[in-house]
């Protein structure tokens, strides 16, 4: 069980790398904290913890949770939540049956997950487990909008250490594919509710018959509602024509999507690509792979499990991937193709690592190729397809010399959570689908076929004009350029620029903004960044996710490094630590290795913002004290590259946290704002320092050599606070 009362700030436990390190880091910044009477609590909002609160009748007394995101969803909407939100997994299909299995294995009596459910009990177990799918954690707790940027320090940082940028050649064959019509881009239309409305979907059949897709959806007046389909068919011949172009062509074949956030369609889409890729299996062996389980949508992985005791399967599958272009690898070393599991390539993630790498991704042959990368529907390509000639006309970005790029995303309220939200649905037959208001009137109609992806996402009212507000405010404060990065030909964007221009106007700032369509915002950012200078993306919420990787791998070579703070609108405050997508690589690592090169330099810029926010909403001035020392050891750590290696025999993780509780200890000793936090941290800094070579020893014990941590989705508590806490005198010292 999780703390039971609401402390004065909540430190989310979550998984893999970034949880691993809380178990190093968390018991010094509740010590610390303590001294200036902050208490710091945890609420689970793992993948593995909301498995287990969402089947309490199926554990003992002992093994039952709290349902922590629930309860963190009613503490965002009050003043005085004070959240730091480390990166959680946005489960796939594989990873949600990988945790099941998991948990299962340690003894939780929860119900396997039904893919074909047929039983009420199946029913009802599917709805939970698919509620927990994708971003269901982002929604519920991100009532505000997002402020992200490159914290001074560590912006200061990246240009005095610049890394490595892969050259850019004019001749590059790489490029961005997408569908050339029939897409969600397409076939988007939006409208804005005059007042509060109930609607019902309902998709009509050629027979008359009319299936209610999902009744008694509410909006509050004044909501931007919008509805859209991708046509399968569409799909398949754009894939089809992809594979064979690309084969022409002589690179590599790669798909980028996020079947992690975009639960329900994106995971479609990246099975019509595996059996797109291959069709030739399909064709003459669809119904038998079908029967031994086979789902397009799990990926090319669990496929070939699946099949690999069929010899004449094997071998047609062999037969058709020696004929079809080489697939992008996710790890040439294991064979992990691109399109082996749908959650190991995140197109935020990958289009900017294969960007900032000239273009290139590894083959099947360990060597870097120039890519074909398919991205298909056409809402948010041109961002990356604008990149991409961008670097072929001016070569590769200067990160020591490269202005930045800061970001203010409209997310709050569930904003434009396409994917995400139970308004996605793939077509069971040809039909027409209606979005029908409680008086009769449709709002939005689109004839669709049988497996075309249809749905729907809104966006309220005050939250569009919280985000302009913030927008108005970042500007005024910085001064920099600020583009509202929305597209006039787009329904969606239509209704936003109808309601942005009157508030711009209205403030007396329309001058200090300009309006664009993202192929026009990324290209004219990418002029001023290179120029040295700054600009502001005020973008919706999944451009803020995808610009919020894509120019901070460019500047800092990772997106783990913002400054995420979220403004909640009822006046708390939420902070994040930065995105988790290279997570899964690191604990692979510790577990082989025992070396965790997770950075948790996100951790402690969100840590310093949090007390700060603490000290100014509660009067606390010892904790903004705390907060103003959390930025002087976090410039420490930078400064002296106390950031953790690659391998092992470097630093790791776990040296991080040393240096960083000891510049920690060191700035409050020095301090004069608080006598009593001066000498309450002095002789601690002073242990801390004359202890230095023990502790740095203690840390190294044990490195190189496999480690357990009693699993991988819900690990051992003991387990882990023995790997990640193993020097006795830093503990000792810490207490």
């Known amino acids: 069980?999780?703390?039971?009362?609401?402390?004065?700030?909540?430190?989310?436990?979550?998984?893999?790398?970034?949880?691993?390190?809380?178990?190093?880091?968390?018991?010094?910044?509740?010590?610390?904290?303590?001294?200036?009477?902050?208490?710091?609590?945890?609420?689970?909002?793992?993948?593995?913890?909301?498995?287990?609160?969402?089947?309490?009748?199926?554990?003992?007394?002992?093994?039952?949770?709290?349902?922590?995101?629930?309860?963190?969803?009613?503490?965002?909407?009050?003043?005085?939540?004070?959240?730091?939100?480390?990166?959680?997994?946005?489960?796939?299909?594989?990873?949600?049956?990988?945790?099941?299995?998991?948990?299962?294995?340690?003894?939780?009596?929860?119900?396997?997950?039904?893919e074909n459910p047929a039983s009420e009990a199946e029913k009802a177990a599917?709805?939970?487990?698919?509620?927990?799918?994708?971003?269901?954690?982002?929604?519920?707790?991100?009532?505000?909008?997002?402020?992200?940027?490159?914290?001074?320090?560590v912006k200061a940082y990246a240009q005095a250490n610049p890394h490595r940028m892969g050259d850019w050649s004019?001749?590059?064959?790489?490029?961005?594919?997408?569908?050339?019509?029939?897409?969600?881009?397409?076939?988007?239309?939006?409208?804005?509710?005059?007042?509060?409305?109930?609607?019902?979907?309902?998709?009509?059949?050629?027979?008359?018959?009319?299936?209610?897709?999902?009744?008694?959806?509410?909006?509050?007046?004044?909501?931007?509602?919008?509805?859209?389909?991708?046509?399968?068919?569409?799909?398949?011949?754009?894939?089809?024509?992809?594979?064979?172009?690309t084969k022409s062509e002589g690179v590599l074949f790669s798909l980028h999507l996020k079947a992690t956030m975009m639960k329900v369609s994106d995971p479609i889409i990246f099975g019509h690509a595996v059996r797109a890729y291959l069709a030739p299996v399909f064709d003459a062996f669809g119904e038998r792979m079908a029967a031994l389980g086979v789902n397009p949508n799990s990926g090319l992985g669990d496929l070939m499990e699946r099949v690999k005791g069929e010899a004449d399967i094997m071998a047609a599958i062999d037969a058709c991937m020696a004929d079809r272009p080489p697939l992008y690898m996710v790890d040439s070393d294991r064979g992990l193709t691109n399109l082996h599991v749908p959650s190991d390539v995140i197109v935020d993630a990958s289009m900017p690592a294969l960007i900032r790498a000239g273009g290139k991704g590894w083959g099947?042959?360990?060597?870097?190729?120039?890519?074909?990368?398919?991205?298909?529907?056409?809402?948010?390509?041109?961002?990356?397809?604008?990149?991409?000639?961008?670097?072929?006309?001016?070569?590769?970005?200067?990160?020591?010399?490269?202005?930045?790029?800061?970001?203010?995303?409209?997310?709050?309220q569930k904003a434009e959570e396409y994917g995400s939200h139970p308004t996605t649905f793939e077509m069971p037959a040809d039909g027409v689908v209606r979005m029908v208001l409680e008086d009769g009137s449709v709002l939005h109609e689109h004839k669709v076929q049988k497996g075309d992806i249809w749905r729907s996402a809104s966006t309220r009212q005050a939250p569009i004009e919280d985000w302009v507000t913030l927008a108005i405010e970042r500007q005024a404060l910085t001064g920099y350029r600020s583009i509202f990065w929305l597209d006039a030909t787009r329904a969606h964007d239509a209704q936003l620029i109808a309601m942005v221009k009157p508030i711009l106007e209205a403030k007396g700032v329309a001058d200090k903004?300009?309006?664009m369509a993202p192929r026009e915002a990324t290209r004219a950012s990418f002029e001023t960044i290179t120029k040295g200078e700054n600009c502001i993306a005020v973008t919706g919420n999944v451009l803020r996710d995808y610009l919020t990787d894509l120019f901070p791998i460019l500047e800092l070579a990772t997106s783990a490094k913002m400054l995420s703070i979220v403004k909640l609108m009822q006046g708390g405050g939420m902070f994040e630590t930065g995105a988790g997508g290279s997570a899964p690589k690191h604990v692979q690592q510790l577990q082989a290795e025992n070396h965790l090169r997770w950075d948790s330099l996100g951790e402690f810029c969100a840590l310093g913002e949090s007390f700060k926010f603490l000290g100014q909403t509660k009067g606390n001035t010892k904790a903004i004290v705390l907060g103003d020392a959390v930025d002087t050891a976090t410039q420490g750590v930078l400064d002296h590259d106390r950031g953790p290696g690659r391998k092992p025999g470097d630093p790791d993780n776990r040296d991080s946290h040393y240096w960083f509780a000891r510049y920690w200890a060191e700035a409050l000793a020095a301090q004069t704002e608080d006598a009593e936090l001066a000498a309450h941290f002095a002789p601690i800094a002073a242990e801390l320092a004359g202890k230095e070579a023990v502790?740095?020893?203690?840390?190294?014990?044990?490195?190189g050599k496999a480690v357990d941590q009693g699993g991988y989705y819900h690990t051992d508590p003991v387990k882990t606070a023995a790997i990640m806490r193993p020097s006795a005198t830093l503990n000792a010292i810490i207490g």
């Open 126 to 153: 599917r709805a939970k487990y698919d509620a927990i799918k994708g971003s269901a954690v982002n929604p519920v707790l991100r009532e505000g909008n997002s402020d992200r940027r490159a914290a001074k320090a």
């Open 695 to 703: 502790i740095l020893a203690e840390l190294q014990a044990g490195r």
């Open 170 to 245: 004019k001749d590059s064959k790489t490029r961005v594919a997408s569908m050339p019509g029939g897409d969600f881009r397409a076939n988007e239309t939006s409208s804005r509710l005059p007042a509060a409305a109930k609607a019902k979907i309902v998709l009509t059949t050629a027979d008359g018959v009319e299936h209610v897709l999902k009744d008694g959806v509410s909006y509050p007046a004044g909501t931007v509602v919008d509805a859209t389909y991708l046509s399968a068919k569409t799909l398949q011949a754009f894939l089809a024509e992809e594979i064979d172009r």
């Open 364 to 412: 099947p042959d360990n060597k870097e190729h120039d890519a074909v990368c398919v991205i298909p529907d056409n809402s948010y390509a041109a961002v990356y397809d604008e990149t991409i000639k961008f670097f072929k006309e001016h070569g590769k970005m200067n990160p020591a010399t490269a202005g930045t790029v800061q970001n203010l995303g409209l997310m709050a």
């Open 513 to 515: 903004f300009e309006i």
């Open 1 to 114: 069980m999780t703390d039971q009362t609401t402390p004065d700030i909540i430190y989310t436990k979550v998984d893999e790398a970034p949880e691993l390190a809380s178990a190093s880091l968390l018991p010094i910044i509740r010590s610390f904290a303590a001294a200036a009477d902050v208490s710091i609590g945890t609420r689970d909002i793992s993948l593995a913890g909301r498995v287990l609160a969402a089947f309490p009748d199926h554990l003992t007394e002992a093994q039952r949770v709290t349902d922590d995101l629930a309860i963190l969803g009613e503490l965002v909407k009050t003043a005085g939540a004070n959240v730091i939100k480390l990166p959680n997994i946005s489960a796939s299909e594989p990873q949600l049956v990988a945790t099941i299995k998991e948990l299962q294995g340690q003894g939780y009596a929860i119900p396997d997950y039904p």
